[in-house]
Nanobody, 129 residues
Framework: QGQLIESGGGSVQAGGSLRLSCAFS????????MAWFRQTPGKERESVAS????????HYGDSVKGRFTISVDNAKNFLYLQMNSLKPEDTAVYYC??????????????????????WGQGTQVTVSS
């Protein structure tokens, strides 16, 4: 079973930066699509960024393009989300997710939460104006 544990959330002022981390278990390996989603109360979970382990292509939601960067350290089994130029509307619980659905593909556009079978517990990010 894949395990995902997020960390790095917190409170920051608008314009600031945070880096989220997601530790994933060794049962998640190259070929898995790894993604970040976020959710605020009363709203659907929103895709933030995704990438396939073992490949370099990345995919971003329109609202974070140019500000957020997804990356992975395969040696340490960590997925990261570097968030710069944060805005109050970025306030949400951020989740790390994984699935093998896109195995064999170099690119995954992980936009649809039901496509993902493994989820972390989430980490709160609060951006104040």
């Amino acid at each position: 079973q894949g395990q995902l544990i997020e960390s790095g959330g917190g409170s920051v002022q608008a314009g600031g930066s945070l880096r989220l981390s997601c530790a994933f278990s060794g049962s998640i390996y190259n070929g898995y699509c790894m993604a970040w989603f976020r959710q605020t109360p009363g709203k659907e979970r929103e895709s933030v960024a995704s990438m396939s382990l073992g490949y370099t292509a990345t995919h971003y939601g329109d609202s974070v393009k140019g500000r957020f960067t997804i990356s992975v350290d395969n040696a340490k089994n960590f997925l990261y989300l570097q968030m710069n130029s944060l805005k109050p509307e970025d306030t949400a619980v951020y989740y790390c997710a994984a699935d093998l659905k896109w195995a064999g593909y170099t690119f995954c556009a992980g936009d649809y939460p039901p496509d993902f079978g493994y989820w972390g517990q989430g980490t709160q990010v609060t951006v104040s104006s």
